[in-house]
C-alpha cells in the first residue's frame, strides 16, 4: 500500500474530535465571567471596596503603584489601559492564536523540506510527504488570518488607531508616533501580501516538484529540488519568519521588542511540527503504510523534538536573561504581564516544564527515542506544551488575567481537528506516499544509526 486512503473510521474520530472541541468552547463559555483590569495594576476586591468608601485612599494607592511600576508610566499616562476582558475579546483573540500557531506549524514543516533537501538528506525520504501535505495547510492559515486581520485589527494591534499619533490628541503616544513609519496598516499589508504570495508559490513549486519525481523521476526534477530548497531558506529566514513574527505577534505589545523572538517562535513551530509528524508516522504505520520506515527513522525525528526543544529553551532563556539583566521598561514590560501570579504566572512556569524539562529527561536516552509509547508521550507534552507557549506570546495583552482555560482548549481541538483532516485529505493525493522513485530512496531504506 503505497497510496494512503482516507478512510472513514479516521473521519469519524476526527469528527469526534471536533465535537469534543465544540463541546469544550460551549462550557467554556457557559463558565466564563467578565473581568477587567487596568494595565497598571489589578486591583483586589478589597482595595475596590476601599476607593469607593475612600478616595483618599484609593488616589494613595494608584500613586503607589504608578510609582512601583514606572516603566509602565508613560503607557498608561497617554492613556492606555488593557482592555475589559470580554468574553467576546477572549474567543477573539484565542481563535487568532490557533490560526498563529498553525501557521508556524505550517511554515516550520516546509523548512523542514527545505532544510533536508538542501543537506542532501536520504533517511527522511520516506516521510517527507508528510511535511509536504503539512505545509499545504498554510494557505488555509493564511486565508484565516487575513479574515482576522480585516475585522479585527483594531482588536488585536493597539497600533492601528489613528489618534496615538495626533499630538494634539490626550492619548498621543510618541514612542508608537516613532515607529508609525513601519507600524501602519498600508505597511502592515504589503508585507502580508508579499508573506502570502511566496509561501504559496513555494508550496505550489514543492509540491509540482515532488510530485513530478513520483511521476517521472529524473536528475532534472531532483536539481530543481534543491535550487528550491535553497530559495526556501532564504525566504522563510528574511521574510516569512521575521516579518510575520514582528507584523502578527510582536506588534501585539508594540512597545515591547526583543532579538530573539523571531528565532524562538520558530523554534516552538518547529519542534510541535516534529511532534506531529513523529505522531502521524506512528499512525500511518499503524494503518499498515510506510513498511519499510523503522526505529531508526523514527529515532532521527525523535532526535530532532529533542534537539529543537533544547534550542527553543536557549532562545526563550536568552530573552528572558537579557530582558531581565537591562531592566528597560519597554522590554520588562512583557514579563510583568506574563510572570506574575495575577496574571499568568502558574501558566508560565508551567509551560517552561512542559517544553523543556519533561521533553529534556523524556527523551534523553536512546532507548526512549525508539519507544513508540514514549514518543508519542513526549509528542503531546510537546504540543500542548507550545501551544501553551504560543499562547503567552499573543494572548496577554489583549486578555490580562483569565484568558486560558476551556475557551482555548477547546478552539485547539476543533481547529486542530480540521487541520488534521485537512492533512490527511492531502496525504490521500499523494500518489507515491514512500517517494519509491526518489534518487536517494535506497539510503533511506538502509538507514542505520
Given at each position: 500500500m503505497n497510496t494512503y486512503v482516507f478512510d472513514s473510521s479516521t473521519q469519524k474520530k476526527l469528527f469526534l474530535s471536533f465535537g469534543v472541541g465544540v463541546l469544550l468552547l460551549v462550557l467554556g463559555i457557559l463558565f466564563f465571567g467578565n473581568k477587567s483590569a487596568d494595565a497598571g495594576h489589578h486591583a483586589t476586591g478589597h482595595e475596590v471596596a476601599a476607593a469607593q468608601h475612600s478616595p483618599e485612599k484609593a488616589d494613595a494607592h494608584a500613586d503607589a503603584a504608578h510609582t512601583e511600576e514606572a516603566g509602565h508610566d508613560a503607557h498608561a499616562a497617554a492613556g492606555h489601559h488593557a482592555p475589559e476582558v470580554t468574553l467576546g475579546k477572549t474567543i477573539m483573540i484565542n481563535t487568532y492564536n490557533v490560526f498563529y500557531f498553525g501557521f508556524y506549524i505550517a511554515?516550520?514543516?516546509?523548512?523542514?523540506l527545505a532544510a533536508t533537501n538542501l543537506a542532501w538528506g536520504g533517511w527522511h525520504i520516506q516521510i517527507q510527504k508528510i511535511p509536504l501535505a503539512i505545509s499545504v495547510t498554510i494557505i488555509l492559515f493564511l486565508a484565516l488570518l487575513a479574515g482576522m486581520f480585516v475585522f479585527f485589527n483594531h482588536d488585536i494591534f493597539e497600533w492601528t488607531h489613528e489618534y496615538l499619533y495626533d499630538p494634539k490628541d490626550p492619548r498621543y503616544d510618541a514612542l508608537l508616533a516613532s515607529k508609525h513609519d513601519f507600524l501602519n496598516l498600508k505597511t502592515f499589508w504589503i508585507f502580508f501580501v508579499l508573506i502570502a504570495g511566496s509561501a504559496v508559490a513555494l508550496v505550489a513549486y514543492w509540491w509540482k516538484t515532488l510530485t513530478a519525481l513520483d511521476i517521472n523521476p529524473s536528475l532534472k526534477w531532483f536539481s530543481k529540488s534543491r535550487m528550491i530548497a535553497a530559495v526556501t531558506i532564504v525566504i522563510v529566514a528574511f521574510l516569512i519568519n521575521t516579518f510575520a513574527t514582528w507584523y502578527w505577534s510582536m506588534s501585539i505589545q508594540p512597545h515591547w521588542y526583543s532579538t530573539m523572538f523571531t528565532w524562538n517562535t520558530m523554534a516552538g513551530g518547529a519542534v510541535t511540527f516534529l511532534s506531529i509528524m513523529l505522531v502521524l508516522i506512528h499512525y500511518l504505520k499503524g494503518q499498515g503504510y510506510l513498511p519499510r520506515v523503522n526505529d531508526n527513522h523514527l529515532h532521527d525525528v525523535a532526535k530532532l523534538m529533542f534537539a529543537i526543544s533544547v534550542f527553543w529553551t536557549y532562545t526563550w532563556f536568552a530573552q528572558y536573561m537579557l530582558i531581565w539583566y537591562a531592566n528597560i521598561p519597554e522590554e520588562t514590560e512583557y514579563f510583568r504581564l506574563r510572570r506574575s501570579a495575577d496574571n499568568y504566572g502558574f501558566l508560565f512556569h508551567f509551560s517552561f516544564v512542559l517544553n523543556f524539562i519533561l521533553p529534556f529527561f523524556i527523551l534523553m536516552t536512546r532507548n526512549s527515542k525508539r519507544s513508540k509509547n514514549t514518543t508519542i508521550?513526549?509528542?503531546?507534552?510537546?504540543?500542548?506544551?507550545?501551544?501553551?507557549?504560543?499562547?503567552?506570546?499573543?494572548?496577554?495583552?489583549?486578555?490580562?488575567?483569565?484568558?486560558?482555560?476551556?475557551?482555548?482548549?477547546?478552539?485547539?481541538?476543533?481547529?486542530?481537528?480540521?487541520?488534521?483532516?485537512?492533512?490527511?485529505?492531502?496525504?490521500?493525493?499523494?500518489?507515491?506516499?514512500?517517494?519509491?522513485?526518489?534518487?536517494?530512496?535506497?539510503e533511506s531504506y538502509h538507514h542505520h544509526i
Amino acid at each position: 500500500m503505497n497510496t494512503y486512503v482516507f478512510d472513514s473510521s479516521t473521519q469519524k474520530k476526527l469528527f469526534l474530535s471536533f465535537g469534543v472541541g465544540v463541546l469544550l468552547l460551549v462550557l467554556g463559555i457557559l463558565f466564563f465571567g467578565n473581568k477587567s483590569a487596568d494595565a497598571g495594576h489589578h486591583a483586589t476586591g478589597h482595595e475596590v471596596a476601599a476607593a469607593q468608601h475612600s478616595p483618599e485612599k484609593a488616589d494613595a494607592h494608584a500613586d503607589a503603584a504608578h510609582t512601583e511600576e514606572a516603566g509602565h508610566d508613560a503607557h498608561a499616562a497617554a492613556g492606555h489601559h488593557a482592555p475589559e476582558v470580554t468574553l467576546g475579546k477572549t474567543i477573539m483573540i484565542n481563535t487568532y492564536n490557533v490560526f498563529y500557531f498553525g501557521f508556524y506549524i505550517a511554515l516550520a514543516a516546509l523548512f523542514f523540506l527545505a532544510a533536508t533537501n538542501l543537506a542532501w538528506g536520504g533517511w527522511h525520504i520516506q516521510i517527507q510527504k508528510i511535511p509536504l501535505a503539512i505545509s499545504v495547510t498554510i494557505i488555509l492559515f493564511l486565508a484565516l488570518l487575513a479574515g482576522m486581520f480585516v475585522f479585527f485589527n483594531h482588536d488585536i494591534f493597539e497600533w492601528t488607531h489613528e489618534y496615538l499619533y495626533d499630538p494634539k490628541d490626550p492619548r498621543y503616544d510618541a514612542l508608537l508616533a516613532s515607529k508609525h513609519d513601519f507600524l501602519n496598516l498600508k505597511t502592515f499589508w504589503i508585507f502580508f501580501v508579499l508573506i502570502a504570495g511566496s509561501a504559496v508559490a513555494l508550496v505550489a513549486y514543492w509540491w509540482k516538484t515532488l510530485t513530478a519525481l513520483d511521476i517521472n523521476p529524473s536528475l532534472k526534477w531532483f536539481s530543481k529540488s534543491r535550487m528550491i530548497a535553497a530559495v526556501t531558506i532564504v525566504i522563510v529566514a528574511f521574510l516569512i519568519n521575521t516579518f510575520a513574527t514582528w507584523y502578527w505577534s510582536m506588534s501585539i505589545q508594540p512597545h515591547w521588542y526583543s532579538t530573539m523572538f523571531t528565532w524562538n517562535t520558530m523554534a516552538g513551530g518547529a519542534v510541535t511540527f516534529l511532534s506531529i509528524m513523529l505522531v502521524l508516522i506512528h499512525y500511518l504505520k499503524g494503518q499498515g503504510y510506510l513498511p519499510r520506515v523503522n526505529d531508526n527513522h523514527l529515532h532521527d525525528v525523535a532526535k530532532l523534538m529533542f534537539a529543537i526543544s533544547v534550542f527553543w529553551t536557549y532562545t526563550w532563556f536568552a530573552q528572558y536573561m537579557l530582558i531581565w539583566y537591562a531592566n528597560i521598561p519597554e522590554e520588562t514590560e512583557y514579563f510583568r504581564l506574563r510572570r506574575s501570579a495575577d496574571n499568568y504566572g502558574f501558566l508560565f512556569h508551567f509551560s517552561f516544564v512542559l517544553n523543556f524539562i519533561l521533553p529534556f529527561f523524556i527523551l534523553m536516552t536512546r532507548n526512549s527515542k525508539r519507544s513508540k509509547n514514549t514518543t508519542i508521550v513526549a509528542a503531546v507534552i510537546i504540543i500542548f506544551g507550545q501551544f501553551a507557549a504560543f499562547f503567552l506570546m499573543n494572548c496577554p495583552p489583549i486578555l490580562p488575567k483569565g484568558g486560558f482555560g476551556l475557551i482555548s482548549i477547546g478552539l485547539l481541538l476543533m481547529i486542530g481537528s480540521v487541520f488534521i483532516y485537512l492533512t490527511l485529505f492531502i496525504l490521500s493525493k499523494v500518489k507515491d506516499l514512500a517517494s519509491t522513485t526518489h534518487p536517494y530512496v535506497n539510503e533511506s531504506y538502509h538507514h542505520h544509526i
